[in-house]
């Protein structure tokens, strides 16, 4: 009984594994061969033609504007969530009442409603205004309704795990007035959310398309947009090189987000 | 030692302070009160009864109804949230900073006062050594046991010479052992340093040992304010006398100046009829079956050796069972016939709650 029991159990774990290793590889072959292309003399050579880092120098050249936009839209994105997801999180989490809940709930909404409908509503209701819709702040303003929800909730989840309430009650009974004890303790004990949400949203916003391709013009094209240009209509070397940068951005984040997670679950 | 920390004795008074809550329930029925300076008073009930109301009140995390007034010294300080009225609060949970070590939670209420570094370093150290905490300075709070991080908060409380330190139930997170420890630390605290003291809890034992005042609070009124030994030998109600130490019922019949009870009777002012008396376990003595002098006679029930003494618990088939203290060594047990003689100067005639 036993033997059969533990034979049964080693069958379905031998399955389980090799499931497992087949499910990755089918993952990671196109993102291995997408990134090979993109060093790849000639493609439909195969790699027998050499590797090179042309292609993707070709990439700077044509997309590296690209990349800072990118970059500066994820970062002013970063800023603007910061402002406003921190305090929403504060004043969610200080206060219990039906309409707070309600207020959470609502945040979510453009997670839930697809980018596009979101991007064609701005487009709708703001695409009139001055220069707003020939510039990067338009996209902006789509990335930041797109990762709020994100910022509030990582900073929110940390906020409710600690007693916010009587640390501040304590700060306040040793002479400390609101910005103090914001600054000097709120703040800081809620540092791992912060984090979490902060990179969260940097990640986001640089990979985010769905909203990006309906709100973009060609003087404001971001990374996500401009591969998807360069798929459509170059060399899918220049394509697949396009992808290799974008990965060497977005990687090194991603692997700080888990060092993170895992750093603060050690040390609560 | 404590006496170079000697804090100021400010006395506090509040009038007709009383609480209701958004939704229209009373927390706290209006309450006029004076608290010495110096003294440390307790305030003692269930959950709900409105005392942790009345220290927030005093400590300036709410504010009364409309009307309420809140004095420390000549002080009218009801206008001034916390931040304002330097005060010392301990709380149950702690309330320590975690992103901070030992010695800079101490160090806060300075840092916030703009207390010089050199100086606030001194009094920092102190105030550690003071407590038993100076091996602990440098490290995080998380790594302290719940009675090291109870002293770290009374530190911090105090490092700041608060006019009030205000005690919101501070032992009860601790285990018993600890909590007596703790106790005795607090206890030694308050008397050395001399500061005005509020203290919240709904364990009695520390109510008696802590408290030069207790004020007994049940459903938002005050039940009583007394000395413990007041509030444990004179309670003006049968709420303050159930809810302070053990309390037994008995029942008699008063009849032309004489109360009859079991087989005694006592001299009696009252009106005819039946009376229900109160008598404290203490004041039972033990007796053979039948003994002369014996007012009731009674089979044990149950008897729990506590070391010290044995409680016993006699059944006399009269109304319910009473509470005795037998001698440690008596030996006697379940099953064992008494006889019990009242005590007829401690039997307490009280209203009803």
Same mark, same amino acid.
């Given at each position: 009984?036993?033997?059969?029991?533990?034979?049964?159990?080693?069958?379905?774990?031998?399955?389980?594994?090799?499931?497992?290793? #087949?499910? $990755?590889?089918?993952?990671?072959?196109?993102?291995?061969?997408?990134?090979?292309?993109?060093?790849?003399?000639?493609?439909?050579?195969?790699?027998?033609?050499?590797?090179?880092?042309?292609?993707? %120098?070709?990439?700077?050249?044509?997309?590296?504007?690209?990349?800072?936009?990118?970059?500066?839209?994820?970062?002013? $994105?970063?800023? $603007?969530?910061?402002?406003?997801?921190?305090?929403?999180?504060?004043?969610?989490?200080?206060?219990?009442?039906?309409?707070?809940?309600?207020?959470?709930?609502?945040?979510?909404?453009?997670?839930?409603?697809?980018?596009?409908?979101?991007?064609?509503?701005?487009?709708?209701?703001?695409?009139?205004?001055?220069?707003?819709?020939?510039?990067?702040?338009?996209?902006?303003?789509?990335?930041?309704?797109?990762?709020?929800?994100?910022?509030?909730?990582?900073?929110?989840?940390?906020?409710?795990?600690?007693?916010?309430?009587?640390? %501040?009650?304590?700060?306040?009974?040793?002479?400390?007035?609101?910005?103090?004890?914001?600054?000097?303790?709120?703040?800081?004990? $809620?540092?791992?959310?912060?984090?979490?949400?902060?990179?969260?949203?940097?990640? #986001?916003?640089?990979? %985010?398309?769905?909203?990006?391709?309906?709100?973009?013009?060609?003087?404001?094209?971001?990374?996500?947009?401009?591969?998807?240009?360069?798929?459509?209509?170059?060399?899918? %070397?220049?394509?697949?090189?396009?992808?290799?940068?974008?990965?060497?951005?977005?990687?090194?984040?991603?692997?700080?987000?888990?060092?993170?997670?895992?750093?603060?679950?050690?040390?609560? | 030692?404590?006496?170079?920390? *000697?804090?100021?004795?400010?006395? +506090?008074?509040?009038?007709?302070?009383?609480?209701?809550?958004?939704?229209?329930?009373? @927390?706290?029925?209006?309450?006029?009160?004076? +608290? &010495?300076? =110096?003294?440390?008073?307790?305030?003692?009930?269930?959950?709900?009864?409105?005392?942790?109301?009345?220290?927030?009140?005093?400590?300036?995390?709410?504010?009364?109804?409309?009307?309420?007034?809140?004095?420390?010294?000549?002080?009218?300080?009801?206008?001034?949230? +916390?931040?304002?009225?330097?005060?010392?609060?301990?709380?149950?949970?702690? @309330?320590?900073?975690?992103?901070?070590?030992?010695?800079?939670?101490? /160090?806060?209420?300075?840092?916030?006062?703009?207390?010089?570094?050199?100086?606030?370093?001194?009094?920092?150290?102190?105030?550690?050594?003071?407590? *038993?905490?100076?091996?602990?300075?440098? !490290?995080?709070?998380?790594?302290?046991?719940?009675?090291?991080?109870?002293?770290?908060?009374?530190?911090?409380?105090?490092?700041?010479?608060?006019?009030?330190?205000?005690?919101?139930?501070?032992?009860?997170?601790?285990? /018993?052992?600890?909590?007596?420890?703790?106790?005795?630390?607090?206890?030694?605290?308050? !008397?050395?340093?001399?500061?005005? /003291?509020?203290?919240?809890? *709904?364990?009695?034992?520390?109510?008696?040992?802590?408290?030069?005042?207790?004020?007994?609070?049940?459903? =938002? !009124?005050?039940?009583?304010?007394?000395?413990?030994?007041? +509030?444990?030998?004179?309670?003006?109600?049968?709420?303050?006398?159930?809810?302070?130490?053990?309390?037994?019922?008995?029942? =008699?019949?008063?009849?032309?100046?004489?109360?009859?009870?079991?087989?005694?009777?006592?001299?009696?002012?009252?009106?005819? =009829?039946?009376?229900?008396?109160?008598?404290?376990?203490?004041?039972?003595?033990? @007796?053979?079956?039948?003994?002369?002098?014996? *007012?009731?006679?009674?089979?044990?029930?149950? /008897?729990?050796?506590?070391?010290? &003494?044995?409680?016993?618990?006699?059944?006399?088939?009269?109304?319910?069972?009473?509470?005795?203290?037998?001698?440690?060594?008596?030996?006697?047990?379940?099953?064992?016939?008494?006889?019990?003689?009242?005590?007829?100067?401690?039997?307490?005639?009280?209203?009803?709650?």
């Amino acid at each position: 009984m036993t033997t059969m029991t533990l034979s049964r159990r080693g069958l379905s774990f031998w399955a389980q594994l090799v499931f497992t290793l #087949l499910v $990755c590889a089918l993952l990671m072959a196109p993102v291995a061969m997408s990134m090979l292309a993109g060093v790849t003399a000639n493609y439909f050579v195969g790699i027998k033609s050499g590797l090179t880092l042309r292609w993707v %120098e070709e990439v700077w050249r044509l997309y590296a504007d690209t990349i800072f936009l990118s970059l500066r839209i994820a970062f002013a $994105c970063l800023g $603007c969530t910061l402002l406003l997801g921190v305090p929403a999180a504060y004043a969610l989490a200080r206060r219990q009442g039906a309409v707070a809940r309600a207020v959470e709930e609502l945040l979510m909404m453009p997670v839930a409603v697809p980018g596009l409908a979101t991007a064609l509503a701005l487009i709708v209701t703001y695409g009139g205004v001055g220069d707003l819709r020939r510039s990067w702040l338009f996209i902006l303003i789509g990335h930041v309704l797109f990762t709020l929800p994100f910022m509030v909730r990582a900073v929110l989840a940390v906020m409710t795990s600690i007693d916010l309430k009587t640390l %501040e009650e304590g700060a306040a009974s040793l002479g400390a007035g609101f910005a103090r004890r914001f600054f000097s303790v709120v703040l800081p004990n $809620c540092r791992s959310g912060i984090l979490a949400g902060s990179l969260m949203v940097l990640t #986001l916003s640089v990979g %985010e398309f769905n909203l990006t391709w309906l709100l973009h013009t060609p003087m404001t094209k971001t990374l996500p947009v401009g591969l998807a240009d360069s798929y459509a209509s170059l060399r899918i %070397e220049i394509g697949s090189a396009y992808t290799l940068v974008f990965f060497i951005m977005i990687v090194p984040s991603l692997i700080l987000l888990q060092w993170l997670a895992r750093h603060d679950r050690s040390a609560p | 030692m404590t006496d170079r920390f *000697h804090l100021d004795a400010v006395p +506090i008074r509040l009038e007709s302070c009383g609480k209701t809550f958004p939704g229209g329930s009373r @927390a706290l029925e209006p309450l006029d009160l004076t +608290i &010495r300076g =110096g003294e440390t008073i307790v305030f003692l009930g269930p959950s709900g009864c409105g005392k942790t109301t009345t220290l927030r009140m005093i400590a300036g995390l709410e504010s009364p109804d409309p009307g309420g007034r809140v004095w420390f010294g000549e002080e009218d300080v009801t206008a001034l949230p +916390i931040e304002r009225r330097n005060v010392g609060m301990v709380f149950q949970s702690y @309330a320590l900073f975690p992103n901070m070590s030992v010695a800079e939670n101490v /160090a806060y209420g300075l840092k916030v006062r703009r207390v010089e570094r050199a100086d606030r370093e001194r009094r920092v150290e102190e105030m550690l050594d003071l407590m *038993h905490l100076g091996a602990f300075a440098g !490290r995080r709070v998380d790594q302290l046991s719940g009675g090291q991080r109870q002293r770290v908060a009374l530190a911090r409380a105090l490092v700041v010479r608060p006019r009030v330190l205000l005690l919101d139930e501070p032992l009860t997170a601790l285990d /018993a052992k600890l909590r007596d420890s703790l106790r005795l630390d607090i206890d030694r605290l308050l !008397r050395g340093l001399g500061v005005t /003291a509020v203290y919240v809890t *709904h364990d009695q034992g520390e109510a008696m040992a802590l408290g030069d005042r207790i004020v007994v609070m049940a459903k =938002g !009124r005050v039940a009583q304010i007394g000395t413990p030994r007041d +509030i444990y030998h004179r309670p003006t109600d049968g709420f303050v006398a159930d809810f302070i130490g053990a309390m037994n019922r008995v029942s =008699g019949q008063a009849q032309s100046g004489a109360l009859r009870l079991g087989r005694g009777a006592f001299p009696w002012s009252g009106p005819d =009829g039946p009376v229900e008396l109160l008598i404290r376990p203490e004041d039972i003595a033990l @007796a053979a079956e039948g003994e002369e002098d014996t *007012h009731l006679d009674g089979l044990v029930a149950a /008897a729990v050796f506590l070391g010290d &003494r044995t409680r016993l618990v006699v059944e006399t088939g009269d109304g319910p069972p009473l509470t005795v203290d037998a001698a440690s060594r008596s030996g006697l047990a379940r099953g064992d016939r008494v006889g019990l003689r009242l005590d007829p100067s401690r039997l307490l005639n009280l209203p009803q709650p």
